[in-house]
């Protein structure tokens, strides 16, 4: 009940866009995405491809620089992420300052924060030496930090990087090796997650990358600006889905609830329940990254021996609300949350990391993100306006 033209006349005319659904902040030559028929292109290439010949350290570089590395360009990056694992040891600390039940990801956010603290030789934005070297060390450090975040959870001790592995390999071995035992690296398993990694590599101007953008817009560093994005990603709406699927299948399953029963539930908007791991602000269609992902999460969990009920229950609960008129007219379909739980589950992460999981892989997209914005000519400081809708001036009771 406020009155439009009363409000233009104090703010004049600025459009009026919650949640941004038709306002364009930016350009962008980096991520395309078709929403109404289910495509996603990084730089061009679309992901079905990038998915089956490419890797992560691969895709990372196409985001970051605009093409795909040759074999050289491509080793070179390689070699220069290994040598920046090592963290301070001092930013070890940290780990130990939390309690032990703390989510990973806000340990996350905060050692990324932190990072400023240690490099403040690289906070300039507009110098690209040092942006470059942010670059590296973000992607060398983070998977890191990811893995110290669970062990420390865990009650178990932190391993050093070894260098000799590529950054998957040794996200696995931090997570799940110990000290005494020489960790055997499983190729399927890596390259499942390589894959993962990999699909969620970018997706344009979403939430948490709007706001690595918004916090860089003011010049802030890139460590700043990635903190800030992590905590975006935690969201349930956002990255948090991955986790919120999981718990609603098991709350299907420990109460033995019939999918039908749950759906009707979501239909008739019980307790706000929704059918997390389905809808998109942009797709319409099926996600392409969940198309892919669906086939992962038979072979993975055909190999390691998941949870076959659960995956049968999300089958169920897919097959159901494809055919549902609720879900047809609203255009909900999976997204790339939807399988994506049971598959980190089954290579034994527990569920506070699968946000954690998704943040490593979104992270070449926040770095390209960002430099893209710092390098435009046109970039401004985001400064979104409102429409005022409070009290009129009134005087202090005196
Ligand atoms: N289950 C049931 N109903 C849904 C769902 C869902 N998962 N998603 C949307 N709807 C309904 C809404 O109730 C609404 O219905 P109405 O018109 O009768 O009120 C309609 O569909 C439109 O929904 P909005 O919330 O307006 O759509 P929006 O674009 O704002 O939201 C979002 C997108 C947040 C992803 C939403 O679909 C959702 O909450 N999904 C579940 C959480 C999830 O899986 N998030 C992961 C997103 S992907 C990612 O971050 C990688």
Not at 109 to 134: K, M
Request: aromatic share 10%; net charge negative.
């Amino acid at each position: 009940g406020f009155n439009v033209s009363k409000l233009l006349k104090t703010t004049g005319v600025v459009t009026y866009d919650p949640g941004f659904m038709n306002t364009a902040a930016t350009k962008s030559a980096i991520t395309y995405i078709d929403g109404d028929q289910g495509i996603l292109r990084y730089r061009g290439y679309p992901i079905e491809q990038l998915a089956e010949h490419s890797s992560f350290l691969e895709v990372s570089y196409l985001l970051i620089y605009g093409n795909l590395p040759t074999a050289t360009e491509l080793e070179e990056f390689d070699q220069k992420i290994r040598r920046h694992t090592l963290l301070h040891e001092e930013l070890k600390g940290f780990f130990g300052g939390f309690p032990r039940d703390a989510h990973p990801m806000p340990v996350l956010s905060s050692a990324v924060s932190a990072l400023s603290t240690w490099y403040q030789d690289s906070l300039d934005p507009f110098n690209e030496e040092q942006v470059e070297l942010s670059t590296i060390r973000l992607l060398a450090k983070v998977p890191v930090i990811a893995a110290y975040a669970h062990k420390k959870s865990i009650g178990q001790a932190l391993l050093y990087p070894d260098n000799s592995m590529s950054i998957v390999e040794n996200f696995m071995r931090l997570n799940f090796g110990n000290p005494a035992e020489r960790y055997e690296v499983d190729p399927e398993v890596v390259k499942a997650l390589d894959l993962l990694l990999v699909l969620h590599a970018d997706h344009e101007q979403n939430c948490s990358t709007s706001t690595v953008r918004l916090v860089g817009s003011s010049n802030a560093n890139l460590f700043a600006s990635v903190s800030a994005g992590i905590n975006a990603l935690f969201g349930p709406a956002h990255g948090g889905a991955n986790e919120a699927v999981l718990k609603m299948l098991r709350q299907i399953q420990a109460e033995g609830m019939k999918p039908e029963v749950f759906m009707d539930k979501v239909k008739n908007k019980e307790d706000g329940v929704r059918l997390m791991g389905f809808g998109h602000r942009v797709y319409k269609n099926y996600d392409p990254r969940a198309k892919i992902i669906k086939k992962t999460a038979h072979e993975i969990l055909g190999k390691l021996g998941g949870n076959d009920e659960l995956l049968d229950i999300a089958m169920r609960l897919e097959e159901k609300a494809l055919a549902d008129d609720y879900f047809i007219q609203r255009k909900l379909y999976p997204n790339v949350d939807f399988y994506t739980g049971l598959i980190y589950k089954a290579m034994g992460f527990p569920e506070k990391m699968f946000t954690v999981l998704f943040a490593i892989g979104r992270l070449p997209g926040w770095i390209a993100q960002w430099r893209e914005m710092i390098q435009d000519p046109e970039m401004k400081i985001g400064r979104p306006r409102q429409l005022y809708v409070g009290e009129a001036e009134r005087n202090y009771p005196v």
